[in-house]
């Protein structure tokens, strides 16, 4: 009896460890096979993105998704979010959208040529007044350009989202009229930038997020929420027409995760809840 018992206790640890054993090898095997989610994620993500995006993208987070993801390769393409609603009606090949406002991707989605599903209300980001870091102009709020007799930079109003929203606070201040003259119309917001940061510009209106990434401009002000009514949204989505949705998804994915959103809000942006 006592022989049995014995034999009872080492075949009991015997299969604990077969067991425990095969399963640090299972799983090793695994992932050595590239049976990881990661692994199964392949081809070229064509990515259409509004052009205040392109620092944070180019610069940190697609490298990140590459690197997480070896064999896929992000190509994006950045410009108004109004230019690459019409760039993808016209067939641009896209696979996912990010626009600076929920009236273009609103508009594809009315059109069926945006996943509903998968679009998701992302970012929050701020408008705001700039300046050139050398100028002598006395401005320190919006309604100080009703007397402003200077060059104000800032995306057209009828494709950039940051224009639209520019006239609204111009709109709701009072002074459209008084400065609609004044106005240098730019293709986005980046073009906007550029054009203070060299001068070309007295003052402009812009994403903080852009004030952010030129040290030749500073703040004047940001857009009061009395002037500013709509929420500054970045949503994001899956297009139906994409050739890759499952690299498609494995990005949109990746972009809500805890590392891609600390990196936004390095970059300025504010997480949407």
């Known amino acids: 009896m006592k022989f049995n018992k014995k034999l009872l206790i080492i075949a009991v640890i015997a299969i604990v460890a077969v067991v425990a054993t095969s ?9 050595f096979l590239g049976g990881s989610s990661n692994s199964d994620v392949n081809g070229t993500v064509n990515l259409a993105a509004a052009a205040s995006l392109k620092n944070v993208y180019d610069e940190k987070l697609i490298p990140m998704f590459e690197e997480k993801y070896p064999g896929v390769k992000v ?21 996912v959208f990010m626009s600076a406002a929920n009236k273009q991707m609103n508009a594809l989605i009315n059109e069926s040529l945006v996943d509903n599903k998968t679009n998701v209300q992302f970012l929050e980001n701020k408008v705001v007044l700039i300046v050139p870091n ?66 070309s510009a007295d003052c402009g209106i ?44 494995a990005f949109l994915d990746f972009l809500q995760t805890k590392e891609a959103k600390d990196i936004f809000v390095e970059y300025g942006f504010t997480i949407h809840e």
């Open 23 to 31: 399963s640090v090898v299972s799983a090793g095997l695994f992932d």
């Open 206 to 249: 812009v994403y903080s997020t852009d004030a952010k990434s030129n040290d030749q401009v500073k703040v004047v002000c940001e857009a009061p929420d009395s002037a500013l009514k709509t929420p500054v949204i970045y949503p994001v989505a899956v297009l139906k027409n994409s050739t890759n949705p499952d690299g498609a998804q």
């Open 75 to 95: 190509t994006p393409t950045y410009a108004s979010s109004g230019d690459l609603q019409t760039q993808i009606e016209n067939g641009l090949k896209a696979d």
């Open 134 to 199: 050398d100028t002598s102009a006395n401005i320190t709020s919006f309604e100080d350009l009703k007397d402003f007799n200077g060059t104000i930079a800032m995306g057209n109003p009828e494709s950039v989202p940051a224009g639209q929203y520019g006239q609204e606070v111009l709109n709701n201040t009072g002074i459209w009229d008084d400065v609609e003259s004044k106005l240098s119309l730019g293709t986005d917001v980046t073009a906007v930038l550029n054009q203070v940061a060299q001068g």
